[in-house]
């Protein structure tokens, strides 16, 4: 037993340094998880109807296109969407969207529709609308795997930019090239 007893500090050492190994992985894979990994790009955005969070009016995708649109997904409960959301509000980026005439959508994803609206009210709206997607299927469909994640659709109603995880300087250089490039 007391033989045993000695290797506890290597075992510890393996299983930390295994550990911190896999955690550089996937962080790094986390910040470029974006369009070069992404399937949807390229391809049209699904048929949907969901719901505007404050009227509960419907939305469909042609109310979309003739526009180049900016979807974020966040939940109210999403500390990370709180931190991407501070940078979305600052007037920097707003006018970086609003030179490229790119307009801002949000959908709330798994949410309670109170907490969403009592979050925006607390937080601010940068949105032009936020749209609930009740059943949860749509982002299902849109291949979400978790929040925050963009997507930015050009005019004809085409994926062209997905972004996994909170937006950043970087990823709004991309944003904004996919906007300056000509068809």
């Given at each position: 037993?007391?033989?045993h ?30 369009e ?10 699904p048929?949907f ?11 469909r ?5 003739g ?23 600052d007037p920097?980026t ?9 307009t801002?959508y ?6 309670k ?29 849109m ?28 990823s ?12």
């Amino acid at each position: 037993m007391k033989r045993h007893i000695e290797f506890i500090p290597f075992i510890l050492f393996l299983f930390l340094a295994v550990g911190f190994t896999v955690h550089l992985y996937h962080r790094n894979a986390a910040e470029t998880a974006d369009e070069e990994n992404s399937p949807l790009v390229g391809t049209t955005i699904p048929q949907f109807t969901l719901y505007t969070l404050k009227n509960n009016k419907s939305f469909r995708n042609e109310d979309l296109k003739g526009e180049y649109v900016f979807i974020n997904v966040f939940a109210s409960w999403c500390v990370t969407c709180l931190a991407e959301h501070a940078y979305l509000m600052d007037p920097k980026t707003q006018e970086k969207f609003k030179s490229h005439n790119i307009t801002l959508y949000a959908i709330n994803w798994s949410d309670k529709q109170a907490d969403a609206i009592n979050w925006l009210d607390k937080y601010g709206n940068p949105y032009k609308e936020v749209l609930l997607d009740k059943d949860n299927m749509f982002m299902v469909q849109m291949g979400l795997v978790g929040m925050p994640e963009s997507y930015l659709i050009n005019k004809k109603g085409v994926i062209i930019y997905h972004k996994r995880g909170a937006i950043t300087d970087a990823s709004m250089e991309k944003i904004m090239e996919k906007t300056s490039e000509k068809p």
